[in-house]
């Protein structure tokens, strides 16, 4: 047993087991029994190495320690009086466990005696009560046998100081009376100045002490491996403002009341609750423990009052009761106030409605539905299994998956399905656990799938830190679309490739939110009824990887990436890639998103060319309502086999800083309306205002079905395309009989991963590129699909992710 634990140890046992300091001790008090207490303890010597046997003597009569060199010696070595003496636990210093140091002041020095005893029970402190005067607040009252049940020692004397109350019993009526007698004579006597000098010294001492020293329980006694810090409050030693602070720096508090005593029951409600309400954090409760000691006496308050206050106070974790007398519950009492703070109850459960929390319900659903890698509603043997290995790090054996099967089956209609639990069986399992006091069986599932105490998830799980240099961008990694994958999979229960509107509902049923509004499907492909198609919704996580990086990792978080993928956080998904630069400089690039800024006067068609992108020709563009139109398009195209996104983005004419907005992207594409003679203008303004000659720059003339007008410019569009060495303009038109995607896309991509090749070659460069690329364009998205099938599985998604 550590040192420390030996004198907290030996304090908690005299004070809450032998009673020593409070009259109500069973055990023999020899110092109130002798004028003399007299015990061997080692000295250390004046050499400062051995120690030495001694005798001390402490005499109660003349408040005296004295000290002889031999056992026979009738003269003592030195007389130490009481008022000039303190005591302190020393056993590191002294490097014994039941060491003391000694010190006391003769003349101007203090002096110091170490010494030790050999046993820590001899060498605990004792105690002694001070008897002051009825106007000081002291009082004797006497109670008989009815009020206690039967026992021989039935007469009792309660003994009131200001600092508390003492109850002493006795084996006879008579004793009873001559005790309250004498007592009743001290305390009608004044109180002279000798007794407040006594009284002092006696409570410095010998008496139990106000307050009990800070007690710290290590961490390492506890499986969650926190320390606990034990804070005693006396309002005989401490003043309001020390109490103030104390509750707010305090985790869990226990009020503590007598069960003998309705008046300190009371006084939990109209005093000690109040009072930490005022003085803890309105939205950050601190969890309460009502504490009944006394219960070795017969009650005046019984436990369904304290039920009562607490079904009143959410705060109120549990109410125990106690008796520090023979210790009953004491250890449990410290068991309960960290778990109230480890594992609280409050958040989980309701006792009035005698049922889990909403919020409780709804994080239990949502790890539910993560959990269910198939959707099917059910929690199969090998989802049970997988689900057990990441909260507790160990399947269950299948004996222990039937047993808990059939306890929810016996207690609960449609729990168990087939060989699986249901969400309702799920729930119960969870409710039993709280109810039977396991909530940190709750809660080490809750906390598992990022959850925080209360019960929102943790910002570090939805929002690791990851670092992002300006001139790198983000995109989601294989892993990510990996997992997105089964996620689309999982959800798309028709097999249609695509999602329907209560598909995606589902998808998202674990966030709190849909992330996603109604321009998502005018922001990526659809299929003819406009529900996004597998590669639309890949996409979508693209642009969002891209374009909101916080917002896509907080999305993995709802959907469980990081514990379904067991990566240490959602960071894991995404890529940052390096700086552009480096990839120009080296000639080759890893990324697969590339963006295109577009930039165009007003009603030039700008939508037209980004919906195009999507294959939505003018008619079905007409058919989007304004409020779902998007300034974002995305979509894959190949270039030289490789699966690479465009992400295309509408530009406003006016409303923004287009110099903001210009640097970031790799390509941009200056439209003008063929039909319109001001239109081209605006482009050439754009360009000679905002680019540089080192991002590459497309001129689009759009609405190409409609009859070519002379621009009213200085140049033509070709002269001026000439004139700044661009490629000529491109003709464009989305007025098309048939929805098709056009080639234009392709060499934007190619041109935006290769923007080093001179201009001049483009028009040849971009044809081999896309040509290429047309049969590896198949080839390489049948072959993701192959790729990434295994993902969802029944055998479990960890098992099909590392089968690639
Ligand atoms: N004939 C023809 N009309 C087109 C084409 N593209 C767009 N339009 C029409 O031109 C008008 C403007 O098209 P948008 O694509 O909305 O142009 P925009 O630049 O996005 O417009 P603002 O957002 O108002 O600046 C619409 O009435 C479209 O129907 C096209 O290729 N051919």
Redesign the pocket.
């Known amino acids: 047993m550590p040192l420390s634990s030996v004198l907290r140890d030996q304090w908690i046992r005299a004070k809450y087991e032998r009673r020593e300091f409070t009259g109500e001790s069973d055990h023999p008090q020899r110092e109130y029994d002798s004028d003399i207490l007299e015990s061997i303890l080692w000295k250390k010597g004046k050499d400062k190495k051995a120690f030495l046997k001694r005798t001390f003597q402490l005499s109660r009569k003349e408040f005296t320690l004295r000290y002889f060199v031999r056992e026979d010696s009738k003269v003592p070595k030195a007389v130490i009086y009481m008022k000039d003496l303190n005591v302190a636990f020393q056993p590191e210093k002294i490097g014994h466990n039941h060491g003391l140091q000694i010190f006391y002041l003769q003349g101007e020095h203090t002096r110091n005696l170490f010494v030790y005893h050999e046993s820590g029970k001899d060498a605990t402190e004792r105690g002694a009560i001070f008897i002051g005067t009825e106007n000081h607040s002291y009082s004797v009252t006497g109670f008989s046998p009815g009020k206690r049940g039967p026992s021989r020692w039935n007469w009792g004397i309660t003994m009131r100081t200001p600092v508390r109350e003492f109850i002493f019993l006795c084996e006879h009526e008579q004793d009873q009376q001559e005790w309250l007698e004498a007592l009743r004579e001290v305390i009608s006597r004044p109180m002279t100045r000798q007794d407040y000098a006594t009284r002092y010294i006696k409570q410095r001492i010998t008496e139990v002490p106000y307050r009990a020293e800070e007690i710290t329980i290590p961490a390492d006694v506890i499986p969650e491996r926190v320390p606990t810090l034990i804070v005693d409050y006396s309002e005989a030693e401490q003043t309001d403002e020390q109490l103030f602070q104390e509750i707010s720096k305090a985790n869990v508090i226990c009020i503590v009341y007598s069960v003998s005593d309705k008046r300190s029951i009371e006084k939990v409600t109209s005093y000690w609750i109040p009072l930490i309400t005022v003085h803890t954090d309105k939205y950050n409760r601190v969890p309460l423990i009502l504490v009944g000691n006394k219960s070795d006496l017969p009650g005046n308050c019984s436990m369904e009052t304290s039920l009562a206050i607490m079904n009143q106070h959410r705060d109120i974790e549990t109410c125990v009761e106690c008796s520090a007398k023979n210790l009953k519950n004491i250890s449990e009492l410290f068991f309960y106030a960290q778990k109230a703070v480890l594992h609280p109850s409050g958040p989980l459960y309701c006792p009035k409605k005698k049922y889990m929390t909403s919020l409780c319900v709804q994080a239990l659903t949502r790890i539910f539905k993560v959990s269910d890698l198939d959707n099917d509603g059910i929690l199969n043997d090998d989802q049970l299994n997988s689900f057990q290995r990441t909260c507790f790090n160990s399947p269950l054996s299948p004996k222990a998956l039937d047993d808990m099967k059939n306890v929810v089956r016996r207690n609960i209609r449609d729990a168990v399905l087939g060989d699986g639990l249901t969400l309702k069986g799920f729930l119960f399992l969870n409710m039993l656990f709280i109810q039977r006091g396991r909530h940190e069986t709750t809660w080490t599932i809750l906390r598992r799938f990022g959850y925080e105490d209360d019960l929102g998830l943790h910002r570090d799980y939805l929002l690791p830190e990851l670092k992002v240099p300006p001139d790198a961008t983000t995109e989601l990694n294989h892993d990510a679309y990996l997992f997105l994958q089964g996620i689309f999979d999982k959800h798309d229960k028709d097999h249609d490739s695509a999602l329907s509107p209560e598909e995606l509902k589902d998808l998202f049923s674990v966030f709190p939110y849909i992330p996603w509004g109604p321009d998502v499907s005018n922001t990526v492909c659809t299929n003819d009824r406009g529900w996004i198609t597998y590669q639309g919704y890949l996409s979508q996580w693209t642009l969002t990887a891209y374009l909101d990086v916080d917002g896509c990792l907080e999305s993995l978080g709802y959907l469980g990436y990081s514990i379904l993928f067991a990566q240490e956080s959602q960071a894991a998904g995404i890529t940052v890639t390096r700086d552009k630069k480096i990839d120009i400089k080296k000639r080759q690039t890893q990324r697969s998103v590339f963006l295109c800024n577009v930039f165009?006067?007003?009603?030039?068609?700008?939508?037209?060319?980004?919906?195009?992108f999507l294959g939505r020709n003018?008619r079905s563009?007409?058919k989007i309502p304004k409020e779902h139109r998007s300034d974002y398009a995305i979509s894959t195209t190949y270039v030289y086999g490789q699966e690479k996104y465009l992400l295309l983005h509408?530009m406003?004419?006016g409303d923004c800083d287009l110099s903001d907005a210009y640097p970031a992207c790799d390509i941009v594409c200056l439209?003008y309306?063929v039909?319109n003679p001001f239109s081209f203008k605006y482009c050439a303004k754009v360009y000679q205002q905002y680019l540089d000659s080192k991002t590459p720059c497309m001129i689009i003339a759009?609405?190409?079905?409609?009859p070519v007008v002379r621009q009213l410019y200085s140049c033509t569009p070709m002269e001026f395309c000439r004139k700044h060495k661009m490629p000529p303009p491109q003709f464009?038109?989305?007025?098309t009989v048939t929805p098709r995607r056009q080639a234009i896309y392709t060499k934007l991509v190619t041109v935006a991963m290769y923007p080093y090749v001179s201009q001049a070659k483009w028009n040849n460069f971009c044809l081999c590129a896309s040509v290429g690329a047309a049969v590896l364009a198949v080839l390489g998205f049948a072959l993701h699909r192959v790729l990434v099938k295994p993902w969802c599985s029944s055998a479990g998604l960890l098992s099909g992710h590392r089968s690639l």
């Open positions: 165009g006067d007003f009603q030039s068609g700008k939508s037209g060319f980004l919906q195009a003018l563009q007409r509408k406003f004419p439209l309306d039909g759009t609405k190409s079905d409609l464009f038109s989305c007025n």
